[in-house]
């Protein structure tokens, strides 16, 4: 367990030797470094598509009397013009995650037909020979609408009388999803502490760098389509758009090239693909679409939106007995992508965490309302569990005079009672949280922290420390149990590893990557397995036409599923490698060796036992002997006398065919699909220090502490780089990124001017560590990363910020915690205690 | 962006006759014209590109710094002389935007766009600047006519701006999270004559303005703490997402007092205050 | 449409361009310079970052005809074709400071004019440096470090 407050050991690993938790320098860097990547958009730039735009509505619910695209098709340059009469043919966006429950799900359409329902619905598609010809075509396209009344928020949607989005679901409550456990109502009854609150959790943007891209091209000379589209899930994408078009898979090839991030937001399945595929197919040319960024913050999904009531039931000594929640999510306008499961299934399942609570109830309520429909962002639904339950072991600490550390230790599950089972239903499979909670308080110095606390206070200034721990069920599975909460994709994942004749191999993996460093991460799977060098694999994702199998990157769970699958099939070539390997040096498989790429007998002998050199022998007389009577020439003879066995002549031999075990076809080719029976859970705790200035609300976040454990870990480097990247925006939703709307659905946020990015200055260097308590759950031992570090930091962020301005009678601050929004809690606590004055404190 | 007619002037005088035609813009750095293109906030149909004629020298001049509107923000902030004499201005201008605007915004581009929240603006106010034009020198107070609109007429362009050297000065802003700009700013100057002149940027919706009653009560002691008992009117300040008309008004008082501090400091010039990085122990107190 | 004519990463380039195309649209679709990327429409993310007469410069807030007779560098010509990677490409692959790569030639533009400039700067000037280039993957941290070594490196060969 490393303590070091700067990078772990990161040297680079040795040239030999198995590269499995070394940090192994990424092998696509050189090409992203030379200006060499390939997103969509390159590929856009480089053609000759036509380009495509969206009408988008201006109103967030309205109805849409008429669409006159008369004026807009005859305009210089305009090639089509789409709008929902054209797609009467054309099936809805496909919601793949329904909560169970719900009455009916409202799709989305991929053009607006008779409503709109949010600002930025696509109405009508305009493809023409340049961007600036289908802007001006859009202005042309005349459209009437007839405004009504919108939802903008939750609480509202569900007031009687309040404006309905869906004819079919009263009060725009799409479903009502509860778990239980135990016996909440006695928790209560009993409680000698009770604490209830509630609490907001922000909708944010997920805004990776790079923008939605699509670029289609439809041959109608073979009827086929290559479909290029930024897409998280290439597989679970072609199906969609297959069947939204009425396009036969084997017709169909979805590349997703290199893609600038995700997070989320390319997990949905949205309505330019289907637009620009249809164009394509329509006009015979390729079709070309690329999200500005304020496009982005209408027209791709947002993340989070909860109100959040919770009530805690606890003993004196801290012991947590019962814990109560009622959810209102926010689905957005339509059910669409993975949105309405996320807060029923992760959420819901997830608010006991990493603690021991016997009694739990949780009430999930999907709404409906006029605005973006929300997706997964970046832990998708654990993170507003953990930020709702790391809240209120915060208020519960406050409530009962406890160290916060303290209350969560007490109520851990132990490492002895895992694998343990939640009230709820989940089970958290292995991890040892208070192990892992004494690692960051000494990587933190937290008790050095509190006096240094206690002394700035005196001063008149004010240092808040916040802790928050987390679990996090990563990698979803198995795919038997998905259709049981609505989940309608699979769990497992398919690698197909094959070795070239001079012994270099090709992954083809269904995983997908944004950025987290697949091509070099499986390479090295695989790679520890064949006894190659990591650069001597490469990794072939997203293109259906290349890996005909996959789910796609999400819930963590590339490594745990995917990179399990690369093991599994690499073993299953490795077991056929030794047996040529046998076959070539007389010896029985078992009996070999295999070391930095060499199969060599165990016994160190050139001679092999005398009763399998007798079989051998015989079995070579007699094959030379029958080839010698059909062709009347003779077999080269065998080599038997080499004492040692590379791959590569393994995987030359197996490519030519010469010298083979008897019955043994030729090949090194091997899948494997890997479902997992159960979820592993990640785990951390995360330690915030922030300084806050109560004359401008400004908060300096100093430091932050992260210990994750991501069970076994392939590369440092990257699991490094996951934790930064995801603590950033963790960060950024609890002190500055909000989607804002106003009453009416109207949004008040539509570029980087309105939205908040955490900035380097904003952030300091991130101090980890790590334990490693490995899954059984998969041979690898390895849980999720990928979203661990969000979901633990938004809630310590918050956390610090109240513990700071607890002394200052501070009991809430408005979420995101911006300068402003500290400054009025201040304010308003002031104003409580009855203290005027506008400037020291 | 629709398109337009691009002329590089080759003098003055040439840029002027284009300039003076309608729907004419002049580009200089274009970080602020630009983006309005880009938005479509204007349309003009001839981009007359004037940053090769404009003058660019940074120098003393009679008691004041004269500094070329063709000045790069960059280089007015590692100017030396500007640096030695008027450090608050060289760290004001060091602190626009990031980087690469200041490698190509200008001293005149800032000026003429006045943007509610610009920096340059307070500072104009505070020193008491004279821009200078190709037709006529005018008062700073007088040149800045409301949010972004100046006293130029059609054709007339800024070639320079002189700021008078100050016994002290100081600009303190705070940013707005998302925009990176200034949500309210400050810039203090003890004038060379003693009298004190404080111009606040980004609080009123119409833009930089001087403070008169935070400068009456400076008259009696150039201290921070002779402002704790004034202050900002709500009426007509600017409200956003991140700051609305009570908290921007906080804003001010505050940063009006830190800025009278660091002008007294033992190293007066510029402190920026961001959501997330540190506090600026020192120039609160 | 008028014509335009410049140096891109050494060589001379002659083409024309309606007055309205941005500078980074020209490299992308008439250069095919696809390295230079766009990440917003306000001028604050950093992606298009290229240097123009050995200054970084926001490609996505220049026309293409403000930049005649400029000499122009992209992230495809800081390191030499075949050759090996600028010192600062390679303190980025050394420290894991890119994951996704789209605000990367950015990044790696902008760091090599703050290190030209400030020769060895700290981390809280590089972190003051890096307010106009934003990166959604790697929370700063590496890219801070790898900034830090990549301009310690570039002083070591300008020795």
Known sequence: ?841 | ?285 | MPDVSMTVNGRAVRGTAEGRTLLVEYLREHLHLTGTHVGCDTTQCGACVVHVDGLAVKSCTMLVLECEGSAVTTIEGLAPHGGSLHPMQAAFREHHALQCGYCTSGMVMMAVDIARRLDEPDEATIREELKGNICRCTGYHNIVTAIVAGAKAMAAERE
Request: glycine share 10%; proline share 6%; charged share 20%.
């Open chain 1, 1 to 841: 367990m490393d303590n070091q407050t700067q990078n772990p050991d990161l040297h680079p690993p040795a040239a030999e030797g198995p590269s499995v938790g070394r940090p192994v320098r990424r092998l696509e860097d050189e090409r992203l470094l030379r200006g060499g990547s390939r997103y969509v958009s390159d590929l856009i730039a480089t053609s000759d598509a036509l380009r495509v735009k969206i009408l988008r509505s201006p109103h967030a619910h309205a109805r849409i009397l008429a669409v006159g695209a008369t004026a807009a098709r005859a305009m210089p340059g305009v090639v089509a013009v789409l709008t929902a009469d054209d797609l009467a043919g054309v099936g809805a966006l496909p919601c793949d995650w329904q909560a169970p429950g719900m009455i009916a799900v409202p799709l989305h359409p991929v053009l607006a037909r008779d409503r709109a329902r949010y600002v930025g619905e696509p109405i009508a598609a305009v493809a023409a020979e340049s961007a600036h010809a289908a802007e001006d075509a859009l202005a042309a396209i005349a459209v009437s609408y007839e405004v009504l009344l919108a939802v903008a928020e939750q609480e509202a949607a569900i007031e009687p009388g309040a404006a309905q989005l869906h004819d079919a679901l009263p009060n725009n409550i799409g479903y009502q999803f509860r778990r239980e456990g135990g016996d909440v109502e006695r928790a209560f009854a009993e409680a000698e502490v009770v604490v209830r609150r509630r609490l907001t959790n922000n909708r944010v943007a997920p805004s990776p760098l790079e923008g939605r891209v699509v670029l289609s091209e439809f041959d109608p000379v073979s009827g086929r389509l290559v479909h290029h589209t930024a897409s998280q899930l290439p597989h679970p994408h072609a199906r969609s758009l297959g069947a939204c078009l009425g396009l036969p898979l084997h017709k169909l090839r979805l590349v997703a090239p290199d893609i600038g991030g995700g997070f989320g937001a390319k997990l949905c399945f949205y309505a330019e693909d289907v637009i620009c595929a249809f164009l394509s197919m329509r006009t015979g040319r390729p079709c070309a679409w690329s999200e500005g960024r304020g496009e982005s913050f209408l027209a791709t999904t947002h993340g989070r939106d909860h109100i959040q009531y919770a009530e805690i039931a606890a003993s004196r000594d801290g012991r947590i007995t019962g814990f109560r929640s009622r959810l209102l999510a926010d689905i957005g306008a339509y059910a669409i992508g993975m949105g309405p499961g996320v807060p029923a299934i992760n959420t819901g399942f997830s608010v006991s965490g990493p603690y021991n609570i016997p009694n739990v109830a949780t009430e999930v309520v999907g709404v409906f309302t006029n605005r973006t429909p929300t997706g997964p962002y970046r832990g998708a639904g654990h993170p507003e569990a953990t930020f709702l339950l790391e809240r209120m072991v915060d208020e519960l600490a406050r409530e009962l005079a406890m160290d916060p550390a303290e209350v969560r230790r007490v109520n851990f599950v132990s490492p002895s009672a895992m694998p343990h089972r939640m009230p709820t239903g989940w089970t958290l499979d292995s991890g040892d949280y208070a192990a892992n909670l004494d690692a960051a308080l000494e990587l933190a110095g937290y008790r050095a922290l509190r006096a240094r606390q206690a002394a700035l206070r005196a001063e008149g200034r004010f240092l808040g420390i916040g802790v928050a721990t987390f679990s996090e069920s990563s990698g979803v599975g198995p795919s038997i149990g998905m259709g049981s909460v609505g989940f309608r994709r699979a769990g497992h994942e398919s690698a197909r590893v094959v070795v070239h004749a001079d012994g270099s191999a090709t992954v083809f993996s269904g995983t997908m990557s944004t950025g987290q460093g697949h091509a070099t991460s499986l390479a090295q799977v695989a790679a520890d397995v064949l006894g190659l060098a990591p650069d001597e694999v490469e990794v072939v994702e997203g293109d259906t036409e290349a890996v005909p199998f996959g789910t796609g990157t999400f819930n963590s769970r590339s490594m745990a599923i995917g990179g399990t699958a690369v093991y599994e099939a690499a073993r299953k070539l490795l077991d056929k490698a030794r047996k040529i390997a046998a076959h070539k040096l007389q010896r029985r498989p078992a009996d070999l060796t295999f070391e930095d790429g060499v199969f060599r007998p165990s016994d160190g002998l050139g001679v092999i036992p005398a009763a399998a050199h007798i079989g051998k022998k015989v079995e070579d007389k007699v094959v030379h002997a029958v080839f010698r009577r059909r062709m009347g020439m003779d077999l080269p003879p065998s080599d038997r006398e080499a004492g040692t066995v590379t791959f590569a002549d393994v995987a030359r031999e197996a490519h030519l065919g010469h010298d083979l075990p008897m019955g043994m076809a030729p090949g090194l080719d091997e899948t494997d699909f890997f479902d997992p029976v159960d979820m592993p859970s990640a785990y951390g705790t995360h330690i915030a220090v922030v300084e806050v200035d109560p004359e401008t609300g400004q908060v300096a976040l100093l430091r932050h502490v992260v210990v994750d454990d991501c069970g076994r870990i392939i590369n440092p480097l990257l699991v490094e780089g996951q934790l930064h990247g995801g603590a950033a925006q963790g960060v950024g939703q609890a002190l500055m990124e909000a989607m804002v709307h106003g009453m009416g659905g109207e949004p008040m946020v539509g570029s980087f001017e309105e939205y908040a990015m955490p900035r380097a200055a904003d952030l300091p260097s991130f101090e980890t560590g790590h334990t490693e308590v490995p899954t059984k759950l998969n041979p690898l031992g390895a849980k999720g990363v990928g979203e661990g570090a969000t979901i633990g930091a938004t809630p310590a962020v918050v956390n610090a910020v109240l513990d700071a301005l607890a002394a200052l009678g501070v009991t809430e601050v408005a979420m995101p915690m911006t300068p402003m929004h500290v400054w009025r809690a201040i304010e308003r606590a002031r104003e409580a205690r009855g203290t005027k004055g506008g400037g020291d404190a």
């Open chain 2, 1 to 285: 962006m629709h398109d337009f007619v691009y002329h590089r002037a080759s003098s003055l005088d040439e840029a002027r006759r284009l300039g003076a035609e309608e729907a004419a813009a002049f580009l200089a750095g274009g970080q602020t014209l630009l983006r309005d293109l880009k938005h479509h906030r204007r349309t003009p149909t001839s981009l007359v590109k004037i940053s090769g004629v404009l003058p660019r020298e940074i120098d003393l001049r009679d008691g004041g710094i004269r500094i070329g509107a063709g000045a790069t923000h960059a280089e007015v902030a590692i100017s030396e002389v500007v640096r030695e004499r008027l450090p608050a201005l060289a760290g004001l201008a060091g602190h626009i935007g990031d980087p690469a605007v200041r490698h190509r915004a200008t001293l005149g581009g800032a000026v003429v766009a006045h943007e509610i929240a610009g920096d340059y603006p307070p500072a104009c106010l505070a020193l008491g600047a004279t821009v200078h034009t190709t037709g006529r020198d005018v008062a700073a107070a007088e040149f800045f006519a409301g949010p972004g609109r100046t006293a130029l007429e059609p054709g007339e362009i800024v070639t320079a701006v002189t700021f008078p050297v100050p016994a002290k000065a100081a600009y303190v802003k705070f940013l707005n999270p998302a925009a990176r700009y200034a949500m309210a700013g400050v810039f203090v100057a003890l004038a060379a004559d003693g009298r004190p002149r404080l111009a606040v940027t980004a609080a009123r919706a119409d833009g930089a303005f001087r403070w008169r009653e935070a400068e009456a009560a400076l008259a009696a002691a150039l201290v921070g703490d002779a402002l704790r008992e004034v202050r900002m009117p709500l009426d007509g300040l600017a409200e956003d997402l991140f700051a609305d008309a009570a908290y921007r008004g906080r804003l001010a008082e505050v940063l009006a007092r830190r800025a009278v501090s660091l002008a007294n400091g033992a190293a007066p010039g510029v402190a920026v205050f961001s959501h997330g990085s540190p506090l600026r122990i020192g120039v609160e107190r």
